[in-house]
Nanobody, 121 residues
Framework: QVQLVESGGGLVQAGGSLRLSCAAS????????MGWHRQAPGKQRELVAF???????NYADSVKGRFTISRDNAKNTGYLQMNSLKPEDTAVYYC???????????????WGQGTQVTVSS
């Protein structure tokens, strides 16, 4: 089994910064794409950013230039650096990772439990 545990959420004023972490543990052979999603109250979950094994990144238009996704493959950990936070960034943030558990299996996407980010105006 594989577990993803997010950390780093909290309450911050507008204009502030937070850094989210997503640590994967368990039976891991390799991790392909990793991504961060968020869900605000009354809204659908949306993709914020993702990063490939090779380090290519993609961002939602709403966070481009403010958020940076990265990963440490040796630690099976992903990060989301969030700068210039806005009240509209308030949401529960979830990490997801496409994990390969053995050399013979295909990737399966695991999700973390989510971490709350609240940005006050």
């Amino acid at each position: 089994q594989v577990q993803l545990v997010e950390s780093g959420g909290g309450l911050v004023q507008a204009g502030g910064s937070l850094r989210l972490s997503c640590a994967a543990s368990g039976r891991i052979f390799s991790i392909n794409d990793m991504g961060w999603h968020r869900q605000a109250p009354g809204k659908q979950r949306e993709l914020v950013a993702f990063i490939t094994t090779g380090g290519s990144t993609n961002y939602a238009d709403s966070v481009k230039g403010r958020f940076t996704i990265s990963r440490d493959n040796a630690k099976n950990t992903g990060y989301l650096q969030m700068n210039s936070l806005k009240p509209e960034d308030t949401a529960v943030y979830y990490c997801a990772a496409a994990v390969v558990t053995t050399a013979l299996t295909t990737p399966y996407t695991y999700w973390g439990q989510g971490t709350q980010v609240t940005v006050s105006s």
